[in-house]
């Protein structure tokens, strides 16, 4: 693909992402070539900086990229931080943008950038549509003599209202085929990797349904806590953070149709008839029913002591929002027709893993037994999505000797055996795509809707139903011992590394 002279505009380039994130991925793309040849980085806050100060905050003495940096990779660096260019917008975001599309036009003007420029905001939501007005104000949103196009971070509204209205303020000033919405997951190379395993590979495809399927399950566990981000956190909570898009995410790509080709559009659209296939819980006492909540509580964690959540920094001591959220749920469409979907997210877990396991139904005449008498265990898929990214095929084979005695083993892949491919981080990927107008991997508008659509019903019963439970659960162990009974039947939770 062929990536067009450009300039990247970040709004709110003075706070962490920028260094953090955003300029090691352009570097690495600069690197390695990705850049297009006339390109130019125009950082925009409210913070008293010039073109020098801020080359030095995010690039030369940027701890983010150094750590990283070769000897000879050290050379780049001078050449990359003069792409960099800094605008102060004074003490607000609502304000004149004559100012900044001076800068914008002489900095196009000087450096060929050929009127294109991407928008990236990575400033709080609140701020999303003020920036969307004043750009369009100074006729900065225009595609008439370069595109235009705009990104914005997670998260995107905070329940489905609020979700709706940023859509359709920002679309008053953008066409949705202007706008970008990051879910750094979509970035991940195994998460894309779903939508290959399912259709690129007659051996799983046709299985991959309500008749062979017997139950779904997704765990996506960290072993942090909520860091700094206690001021946020705690007015979000595990399902707004990380399961209303990523997993969801995740959910739409392991459940949906196949599409007719690869193409963004093609793929969005099935996304989104999965979503919109997710049984919605009504009544409070079907989501007391199918929803576990919990929050982590001080230990000792290999003789360290771990806060509990309530005495995090920005946590109200009081709280009762989730860091622990399981959600059993269905997909109410041909294929998926009653297949319980299990999944689970949450803070100071054992260990950090994200990973989906397809459970297959056992054969339906049962010959074989294990050496414990047991008849034979179910097929599994597992798919890693991180560490030790891979796919783990679970089946029986024959222990060696008299009789047919059957014994679970493992089929194992791991991507770093692959090749001495580097692996493009979550952001680099998006940013690449984006500048090459791949949306693919960004959410679309309806999607995100039908998202909230589903959360809402939960968030709603989590603060306002009368029986409402935050379980406690010790930091360092696999949640509260209540979501075990969640799942169906002999089943349990998959805990990796147990
Ligand atoms: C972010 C959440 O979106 O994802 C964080 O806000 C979480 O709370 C992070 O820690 C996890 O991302 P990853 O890529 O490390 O799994």
Redesign the pocket.
């Known amino acids: 693909n062929k990536t067009s002279n450009q300039m990247l505009i970040i709004f709110g380039a003075s706070g962490d992402l920028t260094a953090r994130k955003l300029i090691p991925a352009l570097f690495n793309l600069y690197k390695d070539d990705h850049l297009p040849e006339k390109f130019v980085v125009l950082g925009v806050s409210r913070s008293d900086l010039t073109d020098v100060s801020f080359r030095k905050k995010v690039v030369t003495e940027s701890s983010y990229l150094e750590e990283d940096l070769g000897k000879e990779e050290k050379e780049y660096v001078d050449k990359f931080a003069d792409k960099i260019f800094y605008e102060d917008l004074g003490k607000s975001y609502d304000t004149d943008y004559t100012n900044l599309a001076h800068r914008i036009s002489d900095l196009n003007t000087k450096y060929g950038t050929e009127n294109n420029y991407i928008y990236y905001l990575s400033t709080p939501p609140n701020i999303y549509e003020t920036v969307a007005k004043n750009l369009h104000k100074q006729g900065l949103t225009e595609e008439s003599n370069g595109w235009k196009r705009f990104i914005v971070e997670?998260p995107f509204g905070y329940d489905l209202k609020s979700a709706r209205e940023l859509n359709n303020a920002l679309h008053q000033y953008f066409k949705e085929n202007q706008i970008y919405r990051i879910d750094?997951?979509l970035g991940k190379e195994t998460v894309q990797n779903l939508l290959v395993t399912r259709f690129a590979n007659s051996i799983f495809e046709p299985l991959w349904n309500r008749n062979y399927i017997h139950h779904i399950e997704i765990t996506n566990a960290?072993s942090?806590g909520v860091e700094k981000?206690g001021g946020y956190?705690d007015k979000s909570g595990a399902l707004r953070?990380?399961f209303q898009?990523?997993l969801l995410q995740i959910v739409s790509l392991v459940a949906m149709e196949p599409p007719i080709g690869d193409e963004a559009e093609e793929i969005r659209n099935e996304k989104v008839k999965a979503l919109k296939s997710l049984r919605i819980m009504k009544d409070h006492k079907t989501i007391h029913d199918h929803t576990i909540r919990g929050q982590y509580l001080a230990a000792e964690i290999n003789g360290e002591k771990v806060k509990g959540y309530r005495e995090e920094e920005g946590v109200d001591p009081d709280s009762t929002t989730e860091t622990y959220a399981a959600i059993k749920f269905f997909v109410d469409n041909w294929r998926w027709k009653d297949v319980p979907f299990y999944v689970r997210t949450a803070k100071r877990m054992p260990t950090k893993v994200?990973e989906i396991v397809i459970h297959f139904k056992s054969t339906h005449h049962q010959i074989f037994t294990d050496s414990a008498g047991i008849t034979n265990k179910d097929n599994q898929l597992i798919i890693r999505i991180?560490p030790d990214e891979g796919i783990l095929i679970k089946f029986g084979v024959k222990v060696p000797g008299q009789g047919f005695k059957v014994e679970r083993t493992n089929l194992d892949f791991y991507y770093s055996s692959l090749s001495d491919t580097n692996l493009m981080t979550?952001y680099e990927r998006l940013l690449l795509d984006a500048m090459q107008g791949d949306a693919t991997l960004y959410a679309r508008a309806d999607e995100v809707e039908a998202a909230w659509e589903f959360v809402d019903p939960i968030l709603d019963y989590w603060q306002n139903g009368e029986d409402v439970v935050t379980y406690g659960y010790s930091a360092g162990v696999w949640g509260p011992k209540n979501a075990d009974e969640l799942i169906d039947g002999l089943y349990m939770w998959r805990n990796p590394g147990e």
């Open positions: 997670k750094h997951y960290e942090v981000r956190y953070d990380m898009n990523h994200t991180q979550a």
